[in-house]
């Protein structure tokens, strides 16, 4: 015979209140005294009624899903998007930390979705709020989110003249050790190449290192721009090349890194026996590089974890602030 399944009827009839106050109960409305609210919550559990996600839902008139919103953008020839080694780990914590909350979550695919179509998401209580990844910092969608409160957390992004709530990686913490540690070696020549500028990490790293040269009294070289990608970095050597060569060369980011070693490497250019070179990031191209690159840790799981725990805890009318997680050295063979 089929098993009666345990409904929210059944544990109110046994706790003698209604089916409301169950739900109250169950939820911690702070109507239920405790005292019935614990005692509810044990007949449910001795019952062992399962209560229905659809039917809280609809009661607290929430979805309990988070939308993570993935930008794309489609040129000539290809599809470009985030990382996928940035996506799978912040993603894995955002999954991780929702699920400890019991919420669960939604990829939204972005490419140039308009501010009003991201409002209809959470207005339409598709999703609860957003975790942006991947966003330029002159998106002028996100000031027209705060205007009409819908609940949003961006992830290495952050608006310099508005109170938004942010997760981003401290450069500078980093990079200062990779400076302390370049010094320490007795290194004064340097040389930088950046990362695109329509990102706010690659201001800030950028600035973080343009200000750690004069705390240091070292010499700036050169400054090449780059894009974030292996091939800025392998195009950037022939400019590193060129007399007077620096004695390290810090990087936006790991890719970068890796391109600049391998652009050194066919200019007969040794790393680090001629040029020394550090990264950013700690990616896997770090470790699986010849040499092994030198570089800056930057948490991805963490960032994601913190993303969907802070917007959740937001969601709930928890106290959450904008962090700026430390970032630390990783010393390999290239530095």
């Known amino acids: 015979m089929r098993k009666h399944k345990i409904t929210r009827k059944d544990v109110a009839e046994k706790a003698g209140v209604s089916p409301s106050t169950v739900s ?4 911690d409305h702070p109507s239920i005294p405790k005292s019935t609210a614990e005692r509810i919550k044990k007949i449910a559990k001795d019952l062992n009624y399962i209560p229905s996600h ?3 839902s609809f009661y607290q008139k929430k979805s309990y899903r988070i939308g993570i919103v993935i ?3 489609v040129t000539k020839d290809k599809i470009e998007t985030v990382h996928s080694e940035y996506f799978s780990q912040m993603l894995f914590g955002c999954i991780i930390s929702a699920s ?3 919420y669960t979550i939604s990829v939204i695919s972005d490419n140039g979705m308009n501010e009003k179509e991201l409002a209809r998401t959470v207005l339409s209580h598709t999703v609860d709020g957003l975790i942006f990844l991947g966003t330029k910092y002159k998106d002028q969608r996100f000031y027209y989110l705060l205007e009409e409160n819908i609940p949003f957390i961006l992830v290495y992004n952050y608006l310099p003249d508005k109170n938004s709530l942010f997760i981003d990686i401290d450069s500078m913490s980093g990079m200062k050790e990779a400076f302390n540690y370049l010094s320490y070696i007795g290194i004064k020549k340097l040389a930088y190449i950046g990362g695109n ?8 790293r950028e600035n973080a290192y343009l200000s750690l040269v004069k705390e240091f009294n070292m010499t700036n070289l050169k400054i090449v721009e780059g894009n974030f990608s292996k091939e800025s970095g392998f195009e950037a050597a022939k ?9 390290a060369v810090l990087c936006a980011n790991d890719l970068t890194a890796y391109g600049l070693i391998k652009g050194l490497e066919k200019l007969n250019i040794k790393v680090p026996d001629d040029i020394r070179v550090i990264g950013f990031d700690n990616q896997e191209i770090s470790l699986i ?9 930057n948490p991805f799981y963490r960032v994601g974890y913190l993303a969907a725990k802070n917007l959740i805890h937001f969601l709930n009318n928890k106290e959450v602030i904008s962090q700026k997680l430390e970032s ?3 010393i390999r063979e290239s530095a």
């Open 24 to 27: 109250r109960a169950l939820n």
């Open 328 to 330: 630390k050295l990783v």
């Open 197 to 204: 500028k329509e990102y706010i990490n690659a201001i800030d």
């Open 54 to 56: 659809l039917a809280r």
């Open 289 to 297: 590089s010849s040499p092994t690159i030198t570089t800056i840790d």
């Open 71 to 73: 930008p794309y953008y």
């Open 100 to 102: 400890k909350e019991n």
């Open 239 to 247: 400019e590193i090349a060129i007399n007077p060569l620096p004695e």
